[in-house]
């Protein structure tokens, strides 16, 4: 079990650029989810998939966010014509359904310039 | 709305002493579930214990308890024999039934002093 991992780990880029990260769960995982984490907050829930299926999305992720997960294993959060504002860390996370518990990984740490 | 509330933003406590960090929580569902995650500087967030709000019994973990009081929507976190290697960012955590969607509050960062 090698654990949630995201890439990358840094990213800098300038305002009005798009970015993408990419999130892979935990193997046998079929849920998997995204956060948002400003300095000196808790993380702030963006959306999750089950398998394949995008089930719930925050108001947060306005339309310029657009996540995807489609063979239902790796996701990929797409971010375009970046703001300062979306500097942050992006977390993700995966767990099992019908155990409740979420296993996050290290996070993208995105620097909009 | 779902909201977690954790008052204390810093606290310290010596080595091997126990130290008790508080959350308050706001949910309109019978069916939820709650967490205490913690983030080591420059780490993953990890989970440290989790309570189910139909049991009764609180939940323990080797050195952390918590004590769940759910008429007064209240879940503190309990760190007996305080370790050097628990300085972290601790959030709570508070999960509806009927969502996937965890809602943290804005962490409390502890230092175990030696």
């Known amino acids: 079990d090698t654990g949630v991992s995201q890439d990358p780990r840094h990213k800098i880029t300038k305002r009005g650029q798009n970015v993408t990260f990419r999130c892979d769960p935990i193997s046998e995982h079929n849920r998997l989810y995204w956060y948002r984490q400003t300095l000196g907050q808790g993380p702030e829930f963006l959306t999750y998939?089950?398998?394949?299926?995008?089930?719930?999305k925050s108001r947060l992720l306005s339309d310029r966010f657009s996540a995807e997960r489609p063979k239902g294993s790796f996701s990929t959060l797409e971010i375009q014509r970046t703001e300062q504002g979306d500097s942050a860390m992006y977390l993700c996370?995966?767990?099992?359904?019908?155990?409740?518990?979420?296993?996050f990984g290290p996070g993208t740490r995105l620097t909009v310039l | 709305a779902q909201t977690v509330t954790q008052s204390q933003p810093e606290m310290s406590v010596q080595e091997a002493e126990t130290v008790t960090l508080s959350c308050t929580y706001d949910?309109?569902?019978?069916?939820?579930?709650l967490f205490w995650y913690k983030q080591p500087p420059s780490r993953q967030m990890i989970l440290v214990i989790r309570?189910?709000?139909?049991?009764?019994q609180n939940a323990t973990e080797n050195r952390f308890s918590v004590n769940f009081q759910k008429a007064a929507k209240s879940f503190s976190l309990k760190i007996s024999d305080s370790q050097l290697g628990d300085t972290a960012m601790y959030f709570c955590a508070s999960r509806q039934g009927g969502s996937e969607k965890l809602v943290f509050g804005k962490g409390t960062k502890l230092t175990v002093n030696p």
């Open positions: 998939f089950q398998n394949e299926a995008q089930l719930e």
């Open positions: 996370a995966s767990s099992l359904e019908g155990t409740g518990t979420q296993y």
């Open positions: 309570q189910e709000a139909y049991k009764q």
């Open positions: 949910t309109s569902e019978s069916n939820y579930y």
